[in-house]
């Protein structure tokens, strides 16, 4: 028999916890944001930690498709204990943005055995998705809840992959603070979200995302760093 998860805690399931892992995007605050990226195709890769401890990867691809952007997002933790495999927790999402912004979206997810997915598309003025029981849609512009876009940040809604919900949320913008890396320091502009997600991130002045942390409601800290950004963040 498997051990129960470390992360189920006061009855929530875990993919709400990681939930905030799935939310921040670059700088092109509240507008379309294809044009800046169309051209730049780039992985980015981060490691995932709690409490200091490794415990996963993410990994975010961009590549220009024609006059498209397609964005793949993979995500994957496990969680052990003297050689048990106590959690683990995959995502794989498909992004595809147009120059009117979300045109398409598939994402999967396995919650340790609990496998859940949503598929859409825009129609109209609306984007449309449906977790194979449910339909719901939403007026454009449409953010998952992925980190390559920081044209959310300019939102107070996004797109719960997980849970296929829109979630309201407020996003702040508070100033420029110094990351430390490994041998040198980078300046950063930090964001906080609060609502139904609860974050703090922090971006170059290119847009480009450093780094994240958050507390669980176990009270551990999880925290994300790029690992091909310059140097490796320490928060």
Request: aromatic share 10%.
């Amino acid at each position: 028999m498997r051990a129960k998860p470390l992360y189920h805690t006061t009855g929530l399931p875990f993919r709400f916890l990681f939930l905030a892992l799935l939310l921040v995007q670059d700088l092109a605050a509240g507008g379309t944001p294809v044009g800046d990226y169309l051209d730049r195709p780039e992985q980015r890769h981060f490691d995932i930690y709690r409490e200091g401890r490794h415990i996963g990867t993410h990994t975010i691809s961009r590549r220009k498709l024609d006059d498209r952007l397609v964005v793949e997002a993979r995500t994957r933790i496990s969680v052990g204990l003297l050689g048990f495999e106590l959690y683990r927790f995959l995502y794989d999402t498909r992004e595809v943005w147009d120059g009117h912004g979300l045109l398409q979206l598939v994402a999967s997810v396995d919650d340790d055995g609990k496998q859940t997915s949503i598929e859409g598309k825009r129609t109209g003025d609306r984007f449309v998705w449906s977790d194979g029981r449910t339909e719901r849609s939403h007026a454009m512009p449409v953010y998952p809840t992925n980190h390559w876009n920081a044209g959310v940040l300019g939102q107070n809604a996004v797109l719960n992959t997980l849970t296929g919900k829109i979630n309201n949320v407020t996003i702040l913008d508070e100033g420029r603070e110094t990351l430390e890396h490994t041998g040198s320091s980078q300046p950063a502009l930090r964001y906080r979200y609060d609502g139904e997600l609860k974050l703090v991130s922090w971006y170059d002045s290119q847009g480009r995302w450093l780094a994240m942390r958050f507390t669980t409601d176990d009270g551990s800290t999880i925290e994300y760093r790029c690992r091909n950004c310059t140097g490796q963040a320490t928060l």
